[in-house]
């Protein structure tokens, strides 16, 4: 179960960030209410929108280069945790660094969806420490008081 619930989270694409779209303002939210196909709808009809296939899911990414980026994880039957929805947000911190955080909307396996959405959060945490050590490193490097090597 843990393995198929990492499977989703690699459909999100844990190290890249999403494609480049015409979208503004802030970023989509989930609407869980909606129900699965018409947030599936919904989500692929926003402007700037790009909708693929990725293995055995759909996926909906969104950004606004520089500011945020979302990917959006549509379940197919006979996947973990289907149906579901999990949507990755990273937002660029005024920091430089970019923070990731994630959301579900769990319809089908409660268990199976909690081990997606935990992995999801794992790696959310990583992709931000990731990116906070990048950002350190470049300070590091543009510093007059780094020690050459």
């Avoid at 790009?50 to 994880?73: C, H, Y």
């Amino acid at each position: 179960m843990v393995r198929s619930a990492r499977a989703i989270a690699v459909a999100i694409g844990l190290l890249c960030p999403a494609a480049a779209g015409a979208q503004s303002g802030g970023a989509p939210t989930l609407d869980c209410a909606l129900g699965y196909a018409r947030l599936q709808s919904s989500m692929q009809a926003l402007p700037g929108a790009k909708a693929e296939r990725r293995g055995d899911f759909d996926v909906v990414t969104l950004s606004v280069p520089d500011t945020w980026s979302i990917e959006v994880v549509f379940t197919a039957p006979g996947t973990p945790a289907h149906p579901a929805v999990m949507m990755r947000t990273r937002y660029m911190q005024v920091t430089g660094v970019w923070t990731s955080q994630s959301k579900g909307c769990g319809y089908g396996d409660r268990v199976q969806f909690e081990a997606a959405m935990a992995d999801m959060k794992a790696a959310d945490t990583a992709l931000t420490n990731a990116s906070r050590d990048e950002v350190e490193r470049k300070k590091q490097d543009q510093s007059p008081l780094a020690t050459p090597n």
